[in-house]
């Protein structure tokens, strides 16, 4: 590998990857060959195809895989018995990180401090294959109710009852998820909506592109609708948290509780039943407004 390669270890979860991309993306920009190690973006090699893509990288592997890079960009903390060399080509940027910015913003000013001559952009370099269409279904809403955390999510029921709203309003809402998601959602939807499992990223992926709109709790789908160009609405629970994770490309809502619980317990277990069908319906039209503009 020569020197003037830079690589990303990507994180867990597909709305970390997708952030983190506006940094290998700058790399890339700036003269660089890039390499990904993320079983997330491996699953979407045609998406990406500026980069060398492998899977994710165990950090026994550092030493053997990382020492010939110029540096690499990695989330995590080296260890104090970790080989020195490749310990001083980490780019720690979780450090530079403001939390009055989106994780977007955030991966700017990193590149800002890493390519000092180069003017960063926000995208992450993402690219459908050919022969999808950008919004070709425009009135299709996917909604994804689900995330990595329960806690997260906003009642069921409600996101079945905005469904129903929008529908009679002429949008045409489907139900999206994984695969394994969707078995046990089969019953809570019940048929009264299309429900679509995705076996890859790189599926929902192409159908999300072609789709009008995207609904979802605080979760990587999010941040894959909207760098994908698709106007977002996202449903947090809490507004300082919100302001660094909602996903920052393109036109998006965030829609939150008007009123927060003290306490984090009761906080992350109960807000969900404060925020009402009716704000996020009020929220979605807001955003569609935006997109027609």
Request: charge should be neutral; charged fraction near 20%; glycine fraction near 8%.
């Amino acid at each position: 590998m020569a020197e003037d390669a830079i690589a990303l270890v990507g994180g867990q979860g597909l709305g970390d990857n997708l952030v983190e991309m506006v940094l290998l993306y700058n790399a890339h920009l700036h003269g660089y060959a890039t390499t990904v190690y993320s079983d997330v973006i491996y699953q979407m090699q045609d998406w990406f195809p500026q980069h060398r893509i492998e899977r994710s990288l165990p950090v026994a592997e550092f030493p053997e895989e990382l020492e010939s890079y110029t540096l690499f960009f990695w989330s995590g903390r080296m260890e104090s018995s970790a080989d020195k060399d490749v310990a001083r080509r980490q780019m720690d940027y979780i450090s530079l990180q403001q939390p009055e910015m989106t994780q977007v913003e955030n991966m700017q000013v990193v590149c800002h401090h890493v390519f000092p001559h180069h003017q960063p952009v926000f995208e992450n370099g993402i690219s459908p294959p050919a022969g999808l269409n950008l919004r070709k279904n425009e009135k299709r809403v996917c909604i994804h109710p689900t995330s990595a955390e329960v806690s997260k999510n906003w009642v069921p029921e409600r996101f079945l009852q905005l469904g129903d709203r929008l529908q009679k309003k002429g949008f045409e809402p489907v139900f999206i998820m994984s695969k394994a998601e969707s078995e046990e959602w089969q019953t809570v939807v019940n048929n009264a909506f299309p429900l679509i499992g995705f076996s890859t990223i790189a599926d929902c992926a192409a159908y999300l592109y072609e789709s009008g709109y995207f609904i979802g709790n605080d979760s990587g789908g999010g941040h894959l609708a909207s760098c994908l160009g698709i106007p977002t609405l996202s449903i947090h629970g809490r507004k300082k948290k919100a302001r660094l994770w909602q996903p920052g490309w393109g036109h998006v809502r965030v829609v939150t509780p008007r009123v927060n619980f003290i306490g984090n317990h009761l906080r992350q277990h109960y807000w969900k039943y404060l925020l009402t069908t009716g704000r996020v319906e009020r929220c979605f039209k807001q955003l569609v407004q935006m997109a027609a503009h």
